[in-house]
């Protein structure tokens, strides 16, 4: 069959030829696991990525930027002064994504310059010598879809909150100005914005000076320090500055007057975190000042511009919310700053060695908190990365190091953050805290304001300690997963010796390894410690230990020093004894999920006890969950016996157990928590959790929060939440209403969540006129003015699964463009496609054949424009 016959067909059967033609489009970005296993389990097709050539060093880099609020766009002119490096220079290509160029100047002459949608290339007349320095500028204009954010009354936001900021990792900033976007390259920057005279200019380094001429404004900012270009900041708009520190190294906030008021309640450990990470790092603060500002909608929770960080507005918290939210703000807030050092002073060289930025900044945090709390409090923070993060992903084929990834962002996982903080973690038990301190020193003074990998920090390792890591980061780093462990303990009374086997019982192959690390057993004997440090090489290996007596405790990896799955099973004496143990914080957390799960009345009222009495908030949150999982009355009392804890965050942890539980004596308390609970978060959880109920006392509880007043509407999408848990058709037309009468008063992520339960509940709805009422609502939300609402619309869409909304998802999923926007339309795309009835194998090849056809047309129009560029450039 011709391929114009395949058009005839195609039409003949009504099919749309834009549908079909995108039915194997390739996804261009993946940030899911589960997509990032299904490229590993199909071969990993991706190719290899590398740092680009550096042809030239950039040595400066200068923005001269006019923003206009209004039509949401920028014009202006970059300055870049460079030199050659290794071989004269011809051309020069820079990442530059749909910027409009009006000229381009330099210091030598320039025979030409062309433009295509993503790079600038620049011709010169004559090569430009190695060590000879060159200028160029560029003069273009943008309507930036990426890397640069207005937030503007039209949009929705509020008048006096009116801002723009900009968000350059990973690749960002080539979306509002032309430059080397990638992280070998780095330069002193500055930048000079023009806005209107009663707005503020933020960005890097120094202010250095403030011009007014009538109503507008000139803000200078430089950065005199060397960094790569995705750290560039520029934020502007109306904001109050809440706090300025009179320190040797200036601290300030800034947020929009219409929060700034709940800044006090969020960002109070700041001068704290410097001071520590001053201490513990030894490398003093490197940069001018610290700022921190937030701004609307950010994606993220936090980045890490050089010497500013942007910040999401809804880190900012009332004080109801008492230490729920608390803890993980103070944590992205330490966060953000470790990145100051590790990823702005020293920044990863390419992306697949990522965990030299991420995972860095990851265990800091997670260092201060041990530092602000004690070292339960270190030690619980690994714990949940280890079994919330990194252990459940034990599928997944990838290492830390992986340059296998279609797109940069797939590298912003479990990998590089939990895991990547493992490794720290493990690299400073294996080391001891002194020796490891003093190489991280020496590791970020012998590369500072350079770009790194691995090898570099492997380097001074080994340097320092004297000592061989080659295995160490060949199983840990440069292949995947972890160990799994089986354990048994056998006590040999007539010997007197404490036999533990350690058997590993991944399935080992060429990615997965035999691991090889040293560890400790620990027994109790008399309420003292014996510990018997081990070197696990083998697969299988028997460990004898001469005791006094018989031990009342026994421990494997005490100090939690391995990232490990671990199944050691013990006797109810041995746990109950270890649940006692108030000096081993693991330890105790351990055993109440292993007595949890024996689910004895007397193994759950030590679980109970535990979860209503430990010191350590953490071990009562992870004894709540414990119960969650037994479904027994008896766990039900433990649970219902600790709603009032003075803790909120344990509080919550007793609820959302609660919330797994289902009786009505569950369903009666969850409606009085409701009711009751002046905390929203707690509130929230308890609203969500009567979504599984068909009980009309519950569903009545659910109704009243429809006409809730609360903190950015939290009470009212847990309501919406609640219903679309129901699963039924009968609350699509509630869920509508809600909206339609209560859109202004959402923020742009509850709303988007609201649009997706509504297609949840629409997706069980079997009248065809209501599917495709709940479509068309829907699909208005397509051109709302906030991209999160959009986004979220789009995949509304999927969730609903109509057919008939291929033809607009089509349409938004531009394959030139890596957008949330087309991202989002390809991923719904594709579910709505699976969701589709079942059709021929006649269909299906049509479908195949229109895609080539369609990759063959895209192809040719690729060549037709680049002759006609040639031709009119001839001319």
């Not at 549908?19 to 299904?38: D, G, K, P, W």
């Not at 999401?312 to 992205?332: C, D, F, G, Q, W």
């Not at 949940?384 to 912003?412: G, M, S, W």
């Not at 086997?501 to 399935?507: D, F, G, M, P, S």
Request: proline share 4%.
């Amino acid at each position: 069959m011709c391929r114009f016959a395949v058009f005839a067909v195609a039409l003949c059967l009504n099919l749309s030829v834009s549908v079909l033609a995108n039915e194997f489009r390739i996804c261009r970005y993946c940030a899911s696991a589960t997509c990032a296993l299904e490229d590993e389990g199909a071969g990993s097709h991706s190719a290899r990525k590398y740092a680009p050539p550096r042809y030239l060093d950039l040595l400066h880099l200068k923005l001269d930027v006019t923003p206009n609020f209004k039509q949401r766009t920028v014009t202006g002119t970059t300055t870049l002064e460079f030199t050659p490096i290794g071989k004269p220079l011809t051309e020069w290509q820079l990442d530059a994504i749909d910027l409009d160029v009006k000229a381009v100047r330099g210091s030598v002459e320039i025979e030409d310059f062309t433009v295509s949608r993503k790079h600038l290339t620049v011709t010169f007349a004559k090569p430009i010598a190695v060590g000879e320095k060159g200028t160029l500028e560029i003069d273009y204009s943008a309507e930036p879809r990426e890397g640069l954010y207005f937030r503007t009354p039209e949009q929705g936001y509020p008048a006096e909150d009116t801002h723009l900021f900009t968000q350059g990792e990973p690749q960002l900033a080539r979306n509002w100005f032309p430059c080397h976007d990638y992280p070998n390259e780095r330069c002193t920057t500055e930048i000079l914005c023009h806005v209107p005279a009663d707005m503020t200019v933020l960005s890097n380094g120094k202010l250095i000076e403030e011009t007014v001429t009538g109503d507008m404004k000139t803000v200078h900012w430089r950065q005199e320090k060397p960094h790569v270009c995705y750290l560039i900041t520029l934020v502007a708009g109306y904001f109050s500055k809440l706090e300025d520190l009179d320190r040797e190294v200036p601290l300030a906030f800034y947020a929009q007057p219409t929060v700034a008021e709940l800044a006090a309640n969020s960002f109070g450990d700041t001068a704290q975190i410097m001071e520590f990470f001053n201490r513990e790092i030894g490398v003093p603060y490197p940069w001018h000042k610290y700022f921190q500002v937030t701004v609307r909608d950010f994606r993220f929770g936090g980045m890490e511009n050089t010497s500013m960080t942007t910040l999401a507005h809804r880190t900012l918290t009332p004080s109801s919310y008492e230490n729920v939210k608390a803890a993980r703000i103070r944590k992205l807030d330490a966060h953000e700053m470790a990145h100051q050092w590790f990823g702005d002073l020293v920044t990863c060289k390419d992306w697949s060695h990522l965990w030299l930025n991420e995972g860095f900044a990851t265990y800091y945090s997670h260092l201060y908190e041990g530092d602000k709390f004690g070292r339960d409090a270190l030690l619980y923070d690994m714990y949940c990365d280890a079994t919330e993060d990194v252990l459940p992903k034990h599928k997944d084929r990838r290492p830390i190091v992986y340059n296998r990834y279609q797109d940069p962002i797939e590298q912003f996982d479990f990998r590089v953050y939990p895991k990547g903080s493992w490794v720290l973690h493990m690299l400073r038990s294996q080391l001891g805290e002194q020796l490891y301190r003093d190489i991280v020193k020496t590791y970020l003074e012998r590369h500072a304001f350079t770009s790194v990998t691995t090898a570099d920090f492997v380097k001074v390792i080994e340097e320092l300690s004297g000592r061989s890591f080659d295995r160490f980061f060949d199983q840990w780093v440069y292949h995947p997963r972890h160990p799994s462990l089986k354990v048994k303990y056998k006590w040999l009374a007539k010997e007197k010796l404490a036999r533990v086997t350690v058997e590993q019982t991944q399935k080992v192959d060429d990615e997965v390894l035999l691991y090889e690390f040293p560890t400790t057993l620990r027994f109790i004997v008399d309420e003292q410690s014996i510990d018997h440090p081990i070197d696990i090489t083998q697969k299988k290996q028997d460990f004898f230990v001469a005791l006094p007596k018989q031990p009342t405790i026994v421990r494997f990896d005490p100090e939690y020093t391995v990232l490990a799955d671990v199944d050691f099973d013990k006797s109810d004496k041995l746990l109950l004894a270890q649940l006692e143990n108030g000096k081993d914080v693991i330890g105790r957390i351990l055993a109440a999920n292993a007595l949890a799960d024996r689910a004895t009345a007397k193994s759950l009222a030590a679980v109970g006890k535990t979860l209503r009495e430990d010191p350590f908030y953490g071990v009562q949150i992870k004894a709540a969950e414990a119960l969650a999982k037994v479904k027994k009355d008896e766990a039900f009392a433990e649970l219902k016996a600790a709603v009032s804890d003075d803790n909120a965050r344990v509080r919550l942890a007793v609820v959302e157990a609660l919330g797994k539980h289902f009786s009505s004596e569950a369903m009666d308390l969850l409606i009085e928590i409701s009711r009751q609970a002046d905390n929203p978060a707690i509130a929230a959880e308890s609203i969500k959790a009567l979504g599984k109920y068909s009980d009309s006392k519950a569903l009545d509880a659910v109704r009243e929060q429809l006409k809730s007043k609360s903190f950015r509407n939290e009470l009212l999408v847990a309501a919406i939440n609640a219903m679309g848990m129901q699963k039924t058709s009968d609350w699509w037309e509630v869920i509508a209403e809600v909206i339609d009468a209560q859109e202004a008063t959402f923020s742009a992520r509850g709303l988007g969540e609201c649009l997706k339960q509504l297609a949840t509940v629409g997706h069980h709805v079997e009248s065809s006129e209501a599917r495709q009422s709940i479509e068309q609502f829907l699909r208005r939300y397509l051109e709302h003015p906030k991209r999160q609402v959009r986004v979220a619309a789009i995949d509304a869409l999927g969730k609903l699964g109509e057919s008939r909304s291929l033809a607009v998802l089509d349409s938004l999923a531009d394959e030139d463009r890596n957008d949330a926007v087309s991202r989002a339309a390809n991923k719904a795309l594709k579910t709505v496609r699976e969701r589709a009835p079942l059709v021929t194998k006649e269909i299906t090849e049509l479908r195949k054949l229109v895609g080539e056809l369609r990759d063959e047309s895209k192809k040719l129009r690729e060549e037709v424009d680049e002759l006609k560029s040639k031709e009119e450039a001839a001319k």
